[in-house]
């Protein structure tokens, strides 16, 4: 019996006369496809393609195989794309962008059960996240500036400043001393000797918390420990008596369980500001989303 993936294959290998990028558009890998081609020569009972030096050549059997299906493949393949398309619509399949960092503080809490489909979809870069939003690639995102558009929509959902956090049993009694008397120099380098995690090799928290609260662009600071998460970063940290900067939305649970302490945070540091958006076409969407954020 012809399986109906070995004509899908033979369409994409007749239109390409080429296996390599056949099996591209199909996600496939060469040698599935080209024992695709040998399974259904089989079947027919004819050879279907020559080989040549820059890919091949559709035989006469294959030519009048390809004019006896391709109505027929054609129709299912619309019938296929157009059913896709009517679930898609009935059951509201979307999908929303965020940074991992901020997945587990931001999203991972929320109740979602009114939402019968719904992907995630990482991304670091504001921008890059904002742009797949704006070109309706994805239907929300949550960024971490306010970047307005005619095309889109925006709430302000919540504001959170960068702070130091440590482990529970760390000592700060010489810390909190020098924090209540407002001695800048010694804060610094009691931090400056402590055992350090970041969520980044390039410390960029560490760099701005530095900037705003000392004045300094250099931190004299050995990183110990990079998790390239900053969810991750904090339940590690519970477990080495280190210290870390992080958002403080990030960080408000563990130190809600004591398994991490607040060890300083700076007025000198300004809050960070998340904006949840949407492009207006997913104006529902984004009334539902706020929804979910202000309860």
């Known amino acids: 019996m012809v399986n109906l993936e070995w004509y899908r294959t033979f369409k994409a290998v007749y239109k390409h006369r080429n296996y390599?990028?056949?099996?591209?558009?199909?996600?496939?890998?060469?040698?599935?496809?080209?024992?695709?081609?040998?399974?259904?020569?089989?079947?027919?009972?004819?050879?279907l393609f020559t080989r040549k030096s820059k890919g091949v050549v559709p035989t006469e059997n294959a030519k009048f195989l390809n004019n006896l299906i391709i109505e027929s493949l054609?129709?299912?393949?619309n019938v296929e794309s157009s059913y896709s398309r009517s679930v898609k619509k009935e059951e509201k399949l979307y999908a929303i962008g965020i940074s991992e960092h901020l997945y587990?503080?931001?999203?991972?809490?929320?109740?979602?059960?009114?939402?019968?489909?719904?992907?995630?979809?990482?991304?670091?870069d504001n921008k890059k996240l904002f742009d797949l939003v704006n070109q309706q690639e994805i239907d929300a995102a949550i960024l971490r500036d306010d970047i307005q558009t005619f095309d889109t929509l925006s709430h302000k959902i919540c504001s959170s400043p960068l702070v130091i956090v440590?482990?529970?049993?760390?000592?700060?009694?010489?810390?909190?001393?020098?924090?209540?008397?407002?001695?800048?120099?010694?804060?610094?380098?009691?931090?400056?000797?402590?055992?350090?995690?970041?969520?980044?090799?390039?410390n960029p928290y560490i760099k701005l918390f530095w900037l705003h609260c000392f004045d300094k662009?250099?931190?004299?600071?050995?990183?110990?420990?990079?998790?390239?998460?900053?969810?991750?970063?904090?339940q590690e940290l519970t477990k080495v008596q280190g210290i870390g900067v992080a958002l403080k939305e990030n960080a408000k649970e563990f130190i809600h369980n004591k398994s991490l302490k607040l060890i300083w945070q700076s007025e000198d540091y300004p809050v960070r500001n998340y904006y949840l958006i949407a492009h207006k076409k997913q104006k529902i969407l984004f009334e539902m989303l706020k929804k979910l954020f202000i309860d």
């Open 20 to 47: 390599s990028k056949a099996a591209e558009e199909l996600f496939m890998t060469q040698p599935t496809v080209s024992n695709q081609m040998k399974m259904l020569e089989a079947a027919v009972g004819h050879k």
């Open 74 to 77: 054609d129709t299912l393949e």
């Open 104 to 124: 587990k503080s931001f999203l991972s809490n929320k109740n979602f059960t009114s939402f019968k489909h719904l992907t995630i979809h990482f991304e670091q």
């Open 166 to 202: 440590g482990n529970s049993n760390l000592d700060t009694e010489e810390l909190n001393e020098y924090i209540k008397n407002d001695n800048l120099k010694k804060i610094q380098h009691w931090l400056e000797r402590q055992v350090w995690f970041s969520h980044m090799s390039t």
């Open 217 to 234: 662009k250099r931190p004299k600071v050995l990183t110990n420990y990079i998790i390239p998460n900053e969810y991750f970063m904090l």
